[in-house]
Every structure is written in C-alpha cells, then in structure tokens.
C-alpha cells in the first residue's frame, strides 16, 4: 500500500524567514496531495491541496510543489509568522478516497 | 463555516467495553471517513462510508469495529469489545461527492482504555 514519509520532523524557523516541509509518496497512481495544519488540540484544518496534474500552486504564503516523477511535493511557507506554529501533515490519495499522511511536522516559528 | 463535530471530546472506558463515537458530518457532505492518530503515531485510516454503505475500510477495521448512519445527521463508530491498543485519538471526516474533494475533519474524540 501507499507509504508517505515526512521531513523534518520537527522545523524551528525565524519569524519571517520561510519554512519547507518536504514529503515522498510510493504509490504512483497518486492524484491528490493535501496539507493539514493542526493546532494543539483543534483540527487538523486543511491548508492547500494539489491535484496531479497541477506542479505549483499559491495562496498567499503558501505553496505547494509536486513533482510526480520523482514522487515527492512539498510545503513552503514565506515570511512566516508565530501564529503558523502548529504540526503540519502531508497526505496523499491514490485510488478510492483513502487518505495516506506523513508522519507529521511540528513548526516553531520564533518571535 | 459549517464544521463537523464529534462527541463525546474525551472517552475513558474500560477494557472490553463497547465504545460508540459520534460524529455530526457538514449537511451536504456525502462522504463520511473515520481515522484514528494513536500517541505519537501517523494519522492513519479506519473506513469510508458512502450510500449507506462502507465504500473502503483499511486492516485495522477488523470485526470488532463497525459503522452506522443510524438518521440523516449522525454518524457513529462502534468498537465492540475495546483493547488497550484500541486507546488513540479518533477523527471523523467528511467530504462532498466527487473526484478529490477536500476531506474536513472533526477535533476528534480521544478515547481513552482503561
């Protein structure tokens, strides 16, 4: 089945600098890539998603890259504020609506 | 913004029991899932339900777990006899019809087995 792996694990940044969060996926019939903030104790909350035939997407501050051939994408965030702390999760989805996360990330962004 | 909602917040049940879940999917959502995050670990899938029935369920949803939409709101998660292993965090989701549509997630329910 589906593996998603997630790095780094944790990620302590400047306020202001950017943020990268990189995952890799092994089913190539991937199609949809979403990323889920979650706050200590809230929702995961849906940030941005990506579909398979999209490499790049934006809104605002946050971006999404998939590069298919290689089966990796990834999250960057630009000028980054403390109230982006939070643990990130990649997810992918192959077949059927089963979604498959990354083991998460856990973003300190410091004031 | 119409959100889904799970109760009860926090479960504490002793090993054994029968646990149920709820969960309130967003009104025009047609797709329902459950996940489960035990401490520590990856978020990782239980089942997905559609017309009434389960569409896909992964190998933790073993005999001991089962799923109903008992009336037109709630959506329910049944672990019959609950193992200590069964203790995690339980997330609902749902989402609407179609190909890769974003899924919304419940606060969960963390279930404690005593």
Partial sequence: ?111 | EPEVTQTPSHQVTQMGQEVILRCVPISNHLYFYWYRQILGQKVEFLVSFYNNEISEKSEIFDDQFSVERPDGSNFTLKIRSTKLEDSAMYFCASSVEGLNQPQHFGDGTRLSIL
């Fill in chain 1, 1 to 111: 089945g589906e593996n998603v792996e997630q790095h780094p694990s944790t990620l302590s940044v400047q306020e202001g600098d950017s943020a990268v969060i990189k995952c890799t996926y092994s089913d190539s019939a991937s199609n949809y890539f979403p990323w889920y903030k979650q706050e200590l104790g809230k929702r995961p909350q849906l940030i941005i998603d990506i579909r398979s035939n999209v490499g790049e997407k934006k809104d605002q501050r946050i971006a999404v890259t998939l590069n298919k051939t290689a089966k990796h994408f990834s999250l960057h965030i630009t000028e980054t504020q403390p109230e982006d702390s939070a643990v990130y999760f990649c997810a992918s989805k192959a077949a059927g609506n089963k979604l498959t996360f990354g083991g998460g990330t856990r973003v300190l962004v410091k004031p």
